[in-house]
């Protein structure tokens, strides 16, 4: 059994920063892609920034220059540096994960309960 459970969501003020993190547990055998996803209300859910497990990342248009995605495989952990942030960052992020497990042949892809980032004007 698989679980994402993410972390350090909260109330900043703009222009403020928060790190968000997210812990892979179970009988996991590799994870390919880690990644973050965003839900703001009434919109679409949206990628906000990945990483593979040999350091390549990306990042939406929007928070480019602001957030930074990393990854601490020996943890099974990524991480989402976010710093200026905006009103329009609030959201609720989720994390996400193809998960290979042990004795199992294929990926599978795993979220999170997701963590709730709210920034104040």
């Known amino acids: 059994q698989v679980q994402l459970v993410e972390s350090g969501g909260g109330l900043v003020q703009a222009g403020g920063s928060l790190r968000l993190s997210c812990a892979a547990s179970?009988?996991?055998?590799?994870?390919?892609?880690m990644g973050w996803y965003r839900q703001a209300p009434g919109k679409q859910r949206e990628l906000v920034a990945a990483?593979?497990?040999?350091?390549?990342?990306n990042y939406a248009d929007s928070v480019k220059g602001r957030f930074t995605i990393s990854r601490d495989n020996n943890k099974n952990t990524v991480y989402l540096q976010m710093n200026s942030l905006k009103p329009e960052d609030t959201a609720i992020y989720y994390c996400?994960?193809?998960?290979?497990?042990?004795?199992?042949?294929?990926?599978?892809?795993?979220w999170g309960q997701g963590t709730q980032v709210t920034v104040s004007s």
């Open positions: 990483a593979t497990s040999d350091g390549s990342t």
């Open positions: 996400n994960a193809n998960i290979k497990r042990v004795w199992q042949r294929l990926f599978s892809n795993y």
């Open positions: 179970g009988d996991i055998f590799s994870i390919s892609v």
